[in-house]
C-alpha cells in the first residue's frame, strides 16, 4: 500500500502539481496574454486568417495520423509544415514588417489598454450607405469611372499607404469630386473605413481570374483582385458604359441598382450586429456562470 501510495504521489506531484508563483511569473503570464492576443487579432485582420486555418486544418489531420499511426502521413506532413513557415515569412513580408512598424507608433500601449475593442462608430452607418449610394449612382449617370473599398474585418492599411490620405467624412458631393475626371485623386481607389474616407488613389492588386469577361477594364480587374485577398467590398463604376458593380469574396454582381447596392452594404451591417452579439452573450454567459458558481459555493 505504501508503494501504491508513494507512486500515485509521484504521479500526482508529477502531472497536477500547482507552481508557485512569484509576482515575476504573474508578469510574464499577463505579457504573453496579450502578446497571444495581438497577434491573433493581426491574424484575423489580414490574409493570414485563412493560412491560419489551413494550417490548423493540417496540425489536426497530422495528430489523427500519429493516433492511427499513418507514418506516412505524418512524415508527408510534417515535411509540409517545415516548408510552410519559411513560405509564410516570405509571403506575409509586407504583413510582418507592418505589424513591427505598428509596435513602434505611440498609441500603441493605448491600443493594448482598449484590447482592440469596437464601438458603433466602427459600422457603416445608414446616412454612410446613402451618401456612397447616391455618389455611385450620379457617377454611373455621368460616366465617371470609380473604384471605392469600403474596409470591414481585414485591415486595409497597406493599401492606404499606398494613396494620399484624406480622413474625411463620407459625402456624395466629396466622392464625385474625387472621381472627377482630370482632377489630382481620380485615378486609383478610394477606401473608406468605418464612417471616414481615409484615403484616394490608392494601388489594389489586379484579378488573376482567368473567367473575368474581357470586356472589363483594369479597374474591375482591381475591384475584383481587393476582393479576393480581404474581406472588404468593393463598388466599381465603369468609364465606358457607367454600369455599377460590387465585388465581394472575389465574386463579381454586375448591372447593380440602388436596391443591390444598399442591400450589400446593409448585410455589412447585420453582419457586424450578429458578431457584436455573439461576443456579447459570450461575455453574459462567462458571467453567468461565473454568478452561478459563486452562488453555489455560498450555499455549501
Not at 495581438?38 to 493570414?48: M, N, Q, T, V
Not at 484616394?200 to 482591381?222: E, N, Q, V
Amino acid at each position: 500500500m505504501n508503494a501504491i501510495g508513494s507512486y500515485l504521489e509521484s504521479v500526482f506531484n508529477k502531472y497536477f502539481a500547482v507552481p508557485v508563483l512569484d509576482f515575476g511569473d504573474v508578469i510574464e503570464i499577463i505579457l504573453i496574454a496579450i502578446l497571444f492576443y495581438y497577434i491573433f487579432l493581426w491574424f484575423r485582420k489580414s490574409r493570414a486568417w485563412s493560412l491560419l486555418k489551413g494550417i490548423s486544418f493540417l496540425v489536426i489531420i497530422m495528430v489523427v495520423a500519429g493516433l492511427l499511426n499513418l507514418s506516412t502521413i505524418v512524415w508527408l506532413i510534417n515535411k509540409t509544415l517545415s516548408a510552410g513557415i519559411i513560405a509564410v515569412v516570405i509571403i506575409f513580408q509586407p504583413e510582418l514588417r507592418r505589424a513591427l512598424e505598428e509596435l513602434g507608433k505611440k498609441n500603441v500601449i493605448f491600443k493594448v489598454l482598449k484590447f482592440g475593442g469596437s464601438s458603433d462608430e466602427d459600422q457603416l452607418d445608414d446616412h454612410s450607405i446613402d451618401e456612397i449610394t447616391r455618389a455611385t449612382l450620379e457617377m454611373g449617370k455621368a460616366k465617371t469611372g470609380a473604384l471605392i473599398v469600403i474596409q470591414q474585418e481585414h485591415d486595409l492599411q497597406q493599401y492606404v499607404e499606398t494613396g494620399i490620405r484624406v480622413d474625411a467624412k463620407i459625402s456624395s458631393q466629396l466622392l464625385i469630386n474625387i472621381f472627377e475626371k482630370n482632377t489630382p485623386l481620380h485615378d486609383g481607389a478610394v477606401i473608406i473605413e468605418a464612417n471616414r474616407i481615409k484615403a484616394a488613389t490608392c494601388y489594389l492588386p489586379l484579378s488573376d481570374s482567368i473567367s473575368l469577361s474581357k470586356d472589363l477594364g483594369t479597374r474591375h480587374r482591381a475591384g475584383l483582385g481587393i476582393s479576393e485577398v480581404t474581406d472588404g467590398i468593393v463598388i466599381i463604376v465603369s468609364e465606358e458604359t457607367g454600369s455599377i458593380s460590387i465585388a465581394r469574396e472575389g465574386k463579381l454582381i454586375r448591372y447593380a441598382d440602388a436596391a443591390i447596392i444598399k442591400k450589400e452594404l446593409r448585410k455589412t451591417q447585420v453582419e457586424q450586429e450578429e458578431k457584436k452579439a455573439r461576443r456579447f452573450w459570450k461575455g453574459r454567459d462567462r458571467i453567468e456562470e461565473t454568478n452561478s458558481k459563486s452562488e453555489k459555493d455560498a450555499n455549501k
